[in-house]
């Protein structure tokens, strides 16, 4: 036979395409996917009937029209979404800057799957769970040791969570000093993640928002000036979002510390750091770490997840409770927390499946491969950055030199020149089977573009995320419809976003979208 | 990084020496430290950090099995624990689905690459739409407390009012997150209970209602198990000072108990986890919201909403995020709340369950659950000195009044383990007025049988106690 020339520099990719039905419409009456467990008949004769048991006016009339499938087609239809959906095992995962897209380990997976941690009750008896308490006894050691903070908690379900959380022992701090009325800011930055704004308001706070110098470092001096008597709070992540570390971050947390505020630290951006600098020495009152990023615990298509929280002794009277604690007799225990606390952000003690798989990816490392994480994270880092800037039309702006583990980049000159955006290469990259990503609002990069292509990717894989953007680059420039135009090898075509915004259109059901679409449907009804 | 090292570590590729070096050489350094250059000296941690050695695979799964080994579980032992987790029948399809790697791994995609992502969330929105008869819900956030913080908070926004009443028969910790969520912004005070019933004392309602009052806020069937039957006139009077009702459920009871909305309620929430979610320790939370499709609601959610839209293709269903612009994402302080990564695979999961269950195997699942919840209360309160704390209908739970038989809750529940039963919940500390009770749990997956077991060791533990009075 003859040779099979395999010389093309882009992925020949095509995504699952499987023209699925909503489930609704794989309805047939009378189909069962699932008998669930049933009375016995001498309980029955016992107790009565349901109809008895419930107070008339209490009884559901109508049945909840789902839909009624066999057991197949149910499967059939889950696993076609599944293919139809590029999970981080997939792809190149580089594309989604911020949020440490890392390698998952399988063994970690199989750990959770174990019946002993699957069918735990939250509420059992502390001896019947040592196993488990020790797993989250001894994350929060490896966890102060990787920080330097004096405990943690992991009850924090996602980095929102557990900046809510901090946001409220801020409060609870001040109250506890009788200065919680007076101080009512929190300072944060542009360049910090949505939600530590969003929960500082959420607390009551106002915010106060700090724009970069021209170096894109947050600026000392509009720090000093912001500072204040009203000060409750700082909140920042080093690095920030562009993968610049802020050298001076000692300065910042001592002016605000001379001010009376409490520093927290956004330790969503810490894959750079692990074994390199920590928490503590910069100053920080408290931290924490997203276990499903910088940890290797998955995303889960957007959690169940893990922002474990930890905080100096001073603070730790205020954390959520109850802790996990090791008595003198070696027995593992819940101590409940303290009138001071700011009571529980979420049921129970948090995402434990997600503790399980920290802890064991932090034992398959050791502090040496810990610190290898770091390292390779940065050098992952300034190597696709060194290529990306040789890219016609890409830049990164702010200061030239070394990045931490990810950098905000942008397309301006591209769009300048072509008039192809940075929303447009999202959908082109697609079609490569790649995943990108621009940056949160609001746009202060423009055209904005974030990379992070963490320690789990080979040479070769960055290779091949690079020379799909020259690709796309090569193509603005010469052919940018087939950019402004993609995707062309998904699952489905460009949407006709119109409705979305349109309370008049928009169906964020399948019942709502009957109404609206088809209301004739309704009225035969 | 270690020059000693003889091999790659297997998560970290490029520790393989030559390719460490030539991409060093390529970004023109010369050594692996010079990478964090930027970093002070200072802030440096310059030491190695003290934690246990690195296990390679096996050796971390003799381990972590080690660990586990300690733990007792819910599979072999007889579990009455419930109280905001509970143990129900999981069909295998639901963890099937849920262990997909695409679905583990996927995070932010596009509604291009992850297409199959956004509809099976749309469709999960719509199968529970359907369950609590409602035209919207939201992609799911942590846990039923936090749907009811957001709820509260949602009332707050929509009728500028700064007070929510809520029963004293709502879970303890439920109000700690609900409280620390809403402070300072809101108010939360508690209405008196009937003590024979457990039911909301309307009288005392009646005098908290004002027009600083957002909302009421009650459960069906509630943390103590009581199914509520005053739902219409709760939501009545609520709405008689324009404020909003709301009702957290429990959703598996939704195949046989009344949808909320049929009484009034203007926003639901509850809990996913009954709907094919393992304990797992607590962490098979996640929290639904429901509303009408009204704009003043819709707007109001902090949380995403995927949408059905047409593609520029005829014939294909696409998906995108609704009302965008109202979100933390899009605005920062000034969007809703806030909004980032919650408990979206739970959501795909209740998806699936319901798909497999369909309207009759909830009707079905809530039947079996109250008669088998009616069964063993009864087998329980024939017991000398055990009666039932209330009286009226319940659902699953039910509280256990032992005052009578001469031993406290934690002393039957230590006898219990002793015989492989977790006992139910222990509400003395939380309750002190009520004594020795504690709250018990049975769903379908409790046997005949099991209820029996349970039934005569709770029988021979009080018998055998010498002071039963």
Not at chain 1, 219 to 232: G, H, P, Q, Y
Not at chain 2, 8 to 15: C, E, G, K, L, R
């Amino acid at each position: 036979m003859k040779r099979i020339i395999r010389n093309h520099k882009v992925r020949q990719f095509h995504q699952a395409k499987w023209d699925e039905p909503v489930i609704f419409e794989l309805h047939q009456t009378g189909e069962r996917g699932v008998i669930p467990p049933g009375t016995e008949d001498a309980v029955a004769a016992e107790v009565g009937s349901m109809e008895s048991l419930i107070p008339a006016s209490m009884q559901r009339s109508t049945a909840p029209a789902l839909p009624e499938i066999g057991q197949a087609k149910v499967l059939r239809h889950y696993l076609r979404l599944s293919q139809e959906t590029l999970g981080s095992d997939m792809n190149v995962e580089i594309g989604q800057g911020t949020c440490t897209m890392k390698y998952i380990p399988r063994i970690n997976e199989m750990l959770i799957r174990n019946p002993r941690m699957t069918e735990l009750h939250p509420l059992q008896d502390i001896d019947s769970v040592q196993g488990m308490l020790e797993v989250f006894h001894n994350l929060d050691l490896a966890m102060r040791e990787i920080s330097g903070m004096d405990a943690f908690s992991f009850q924090p379900s996602s980095g929102t969570q557990a900046l809510l959380a901090m946001a409220s022992i801020v409060r609870a701090y001040h109250d506890s000093r009788g200065e919680g009325a007076r101080r009512d800011e929190i300072i944060t930055t542009i360049f910090s993640h949505p939600s530590q704004a969003a929960t500082a308001a959420v607390k009551g706070y106002k915010i106060i928002t700090l724009h970069p110098d021209e170096d894109g470092f947050p600026d000392l001096e509009k720090l000093k000036n912001a500072v204040s008597e009203r000060t409750a709070g700082f909140v920042v992540a080093n690095p920030e979002d562009t993968g610049i570390y802020n050298h001076r971050i000692r300065e910042f947390t001592d002016v605000v510390h001379a001010a009376g505020g409490v520093c927290y630290y956004d330790q969503a951006n810490a894959n750079g750091l692990l074994g390199i600098t920590r928490a503590k020495e910069a100053g920080f009152d408290m931290c924490f770490f997203n276990l499903h990023k910088t940890f290797a615990a998955p995303h889960m298509c957007g959690g169940p997840a893990t922002g474990a929280l930890g905080v100096t002794e001073e603070l730790k009277p205020f954390l959520p409770g109850p802790l996990v604690d090791l008595d003198a007799d070696g027995r593992y225990v819940l101590t409940e927390q303290g009138e001071g606390s700011i009571g529980k952000v979420r049921s129970f003690h948090g995402v434990a499946q997600t503790v399980l798989r920290s802890y064991a990816w932090i034992m398959s490392l050791g502090a040496e491969g810990l610190k290898d994480v770091a390292q390779v994270a940065v050098l992952n880092n300034n190597y696709l950055y060194h290529k990306i800037l040789q890219i016609r039309g890409a830049s990164a702006p702010y200061i030239k030199g070394r990045r931490l583990e990810q950098v905000r980049y942008s397309w301006k000159q591209l769009t300048d020149e072509t008039g192809v955006t940075t929303e447009d290469i999202t959908r082109r990259m697609c079609d490569f089977g790649l995943h990108y990503w621009t940056s949160h609002h609001p746009y202060i990069v423009p055209q904005p573009f974030t990379l992070e292509p963490t320690e789990s990717y080979s040479k070769e894989d960055l290779d091949e995320y690079i020379q799909a953007l020259e690709h796309i680059s090569h193509e603005a420039y010469t052919y940018p419809e087939i950019v402004k135009s993609a995707p062309h090898s998904s699952t489905v075509h460009r949407n006709d976003e119109s409705s979305l915004d349109d309370p008049q259109q928009w169906c964020i059901t399948w019942r709502a979208y009957l109404k609206k679409t088809q209301p004739e449907l309704q009225e035969q009804k | 990084m270690a020059d000693n090292r003889t091999y790659a570590h297997p998560y970290i590729p490029n520790t393989v020496p030559e390719v460490r070096d030539a991409m060093l050489k390529e970004i023109g350094l010369t050594s692996m430290d010079q990478l964090h250059d930027a970093i002070p000296d200072s802030l440096k941690l310059n030491r190695e950090m003290n934690l246990p050695p690195a296990m390679n695979e096996y050796e971390l799964r003799r381990h972590i099995d080690g660990l586990l080994a300690k733990n007792k579980h819910g599979a072999d032992y007889l579990n009455f624990l419930g109280a905001g987790c509970w143990q129900h029948f999981i069909p295998a399809v639901c963890d099937e689905i849920n262990q997909r790697s695409e679905f583990v791994t996927a995070y932010a995609g596009e509604p291009y690459e992850d297409h199959g992502r956004f509809q099976a969330l749309f469709e999960y929105q719509s199968l529970l739409a359907e369950l609590v008869d409602m035209d919207v819900v939201n992609v799911p956030t942590f846990d039923w407390a936090q749907a009811a913080s957001t709820a509260i908070r949602m009332a707050g926004r929509m009728t500028g009012r700064k007070t929510a009443l809520l029963p004293r028969s709502v879970d303890p910790d439920k109000v700690a997150i609900i409280r620390n969520y809403c402070t300072p912004v809101m108010d939360i005070q508690y209405i008196e209970i009937d003590p024979a019933t457990g039911r909301m004392d309307l009288q005392d309602l009646r005098g908290k209602l004002n027009d600083d009052v957002a909302a009421v806020y009650f459960e069906n069937p509630g943390y103590l198990g009581i199914i509520e039957d005053q739902g219409a006139e709760i939501s009545a009077l609520v709405h008689g000072v324009n404020g909003v009702s709301i009702v957290g459920v429990d959703p598996i009871s939704l195949g046989v108990l009344d949808p909320p909305g049929r009484y009034g309620a203007d926003i639901i929430c509850g809990d996913l986890q009954p709907l094919g979610m393992h304990m797992n320790y607590g962490g098979g939370q996640a929290g639904f919201i429901a509303t009408r499709d009204e704009e003043k609601y819709v707007m109001e959610y902090p949380s995403r909403l995927f949408g059905i839209v047409p593609t520029e293709v005829e014939g294909e269903y696409g998906f995108g995020d609704v009302a965008y612009e109202r979100t933390s994402f899009a605005l920062r302080e000034k969007g809703k709340e806030s909004v980032g990564t919650q408990t979206a695979l739970w959501g795909i999961t209740a998806g699936v369950y319901l798909s497999l269950l369909g309207p009759a195997g909830m009707q079905e699942v809530g039947s079996t659950i109250i008669q088998k919840s009616h069964y063993a209360a009864k087998r329980l309160s024939d017991i000398p000195g055990v009666s039932l704390r209330f009286e009226g209908a319940f659902f699953k739970e039910f509280v256990v009044d032992f005052n009578n038989t001469g031993l406290t809750v934690a002393e039957i529940n230590g006898r219990l383990m002793e015989q492989g039963i977790f006992g139910g919940k222990n509400l003395s500390a939380a309750y002190p007025a009520w004594g020795e009770c504690a709250l018990y749990c049975v769903t379908e997956i409790h046997t005949q049988s099991d209820l029996d077991r349970l039934a005569a060791a709770l029988r021979s533990i009080v018998a055998n106690h010498p002071d039963r009075s």
